[in-house]
């Protein structure tokens, strides 16, 4: 089955202490994302990924590293998480228009974190 | 200026009824045009691409309107499994490869 996988679905934290929060697609796309999403703001790009070894900083970069050494997986490290980096995340894996694809991004089920 | 606007809504219909959506564009280089659906908290889902010709799946048309820089979604004949957040996609040629979202519109259908 197609999917995007997300890990851990639920996380409380303390200010200050590193997290990574991962994510692995199994259907061989090159892009991926990370968007937060926050009541009246909608989903906003924390950083996009066009293939392994290539990232770019999306919107809302600040606070956020990312990684992706494997096309499967691309995970979000938070370094020194925030209280204002309490939201839910999405991670998205998107088939290119570049090999043939539409542009359609499909999305794991989200990590809702809570940094206190 | 915000990438993408939406009416937040929330709107809510009887069974039965038609409604349609709009969704504003400000980068006049945009490329892909898109609506997903979102219910409650979980993770958004493709409803439709949306083409310059416009498109129809079933109960759901999407129109695209490059002068006006707007699209917009209709469904006629709704069903109480349409509730949900409706959001506009938007994809521009000269920003790299971003997507930009629309904070959504609220969809209701009453029985």
């Known amino acids: 089955e197609a999917q995007v996988t997300q890990n851990p679905r639920y996380l409380i934290t303390v200010t200050g202490k590193k997290l990574t929060v991962t994510c692995s697609q199994n259907?061989?796309?090159?892009?991926m994302s990370w968007y937060r999403q926050d009541p009246g703001l909608g989903l906003r790009q924390i950083y996009y990924?066009?293939?392994?070894?290539?990232?770019d900083k999306g919107d809302v970069p600040e606070g956020y590293k990312v990684s992706r050494k494997e096309k499967r997986n691309f995970p979000l490290i938070l370094e020194s998480p925030s209280p204002n980096q309490t939201s839910l995340y999405f991670c998205?894996?998107?088939?290119?228009?570049?090999?043939?694809?539409?542009?359609?991004?499909?999305f794991g089920p989200g990590t809702r974190l809570t940094v206190l | 200026r915000k990438e993408v606007e939406q009416d937040p809504g929330p709107f809510n219909v009887p069974e039965g009824a038609t409604v349609a959506f709009n969704c504003t564009y400000s980068?006049?280089?945009?490329?892909?045009f898109f609506w997903y659906r979102q219910d409650c908290r979980k993770e958004p889902k493709l409803l439709m691409s949306?083409?310059?010709s416009g498109n129809e799946d079933g109960r759901f048309t999407a129109q695209l309107n490059r002068a006006s820089q707007y699209i917009s979604l209709l469904i006629r004949d709704s069903k109480l499994s349409d509730s949900a957040t409706y959001l506009c996609v938007v994809k521009p040629r000269n920003t790299g490869n971003q997507f930009y979202f629309g904070t959504g519109t609220s969809l209701t259908v009453i029985p």
């Open positions: 990924s066009m293939n392994v070894e290539v990232t």
């Open positions: 259907m061989n796309h090159e892009y």
């Open positions: 980068n006049s280089a945009s490329q892909s």
């Open positions: 998205a894996s998107t088939t290119s228009w570049r090999v043939g694809g539409t542009d359609t991004q499909y």
């Open positions: 949306v083409y310059s």
